[in-house]
């Protein structure tokens, strides 16, 4: 991999370095285990960090069955389910093929840059470039959207800007390789607005929640949460399942010369079936009940039963 002229010094003379790869598989299995470790202590630090703040009433027993039976009973937390696994779709299916598609449908490209000067950038730079000004992208939006969805509410706000995610995705089909800059801005706009929404949906799982105590007088949380953590696990699953299916039915064959059906299933697989995708998980969330007016009325409800039963009290954090 030769990446160049990624740096310039004071004098504007361009700084060239090389990073030679000798096993592919090595780096992958060494990346991943660096990745392990460091999850391993951020997920340490997650749980000593994590105080709880709302308690179940005293005289609440745990039951597993009951637990489960009042978990499929929450309609908006099954609604909410099934707008997780098909938005993790969303981003399953694009993600999957992400590299392919800069390998086979953008490849290297010669391009001017300010400060850089004209080079010629292998599809591994762009590639590499393309998912960092994502995942900064992400950033930025995940950083706006308690802002955002304090204004319009939760459920209006994924709305919202998964309208604007959704088209981001989609309308790279109609760019054609040489539009680079467009399809990077539309991976600014598009990860800006698709990386808040999975904020958001955690932040609508703590309302079902609160839903579950207000209906049945049992408050089950950590079901909740985990069974959701379970949902996103599935779409993963499923949408690399579903990209590589289709990859592999459209005459994809890795390393080599790729066909027109093949580029274009490529093509499809990066932007209008993720596209649809995000469109069915909107249309899903669409029929979330619980907007913040609904939320506030049931806390308010919660609180008052607390207070009287002197159980459960929320303790600052």
Known sequence: MDVSNLFVDLEGNALSYKVEIINYAKGW??????????FVIFFFIAFIGTKERIHPPKTQESSIGKDLKELVTNKPWLILLATTITFILFVAAKGSV???????????QKLTLPFLGSDTFDFETLTSAYNTIGQISSLIGVLLVSWFAKIVGKKKAFIIIFVIAIFSTGIVYFLTAKQLE???????TGSMTGGPLSVLLWAMYADTADYGEWKNGRRATGLIFSASTMSQ???WALGAYVALTLMSQVGFEPNQLQSSESLNGLILLFTLIPAALGIVSMAICFTYPLNDNRVAEIEGELKQRRKENGEGVEQPA
């Open 29 to 38: 299995q060494y990346s991943f285990i660096f990745y392990g470790f460091a």
């Open 182 to 188: 467009w399809i990077f801005f539309f991976q600014i």
């Open 233 to 235: 696990k599935i779409g």
């Open 98 to 108: 992400t590299v392919h598609y800069f390998k086979y449908v953008i490849s290297s």
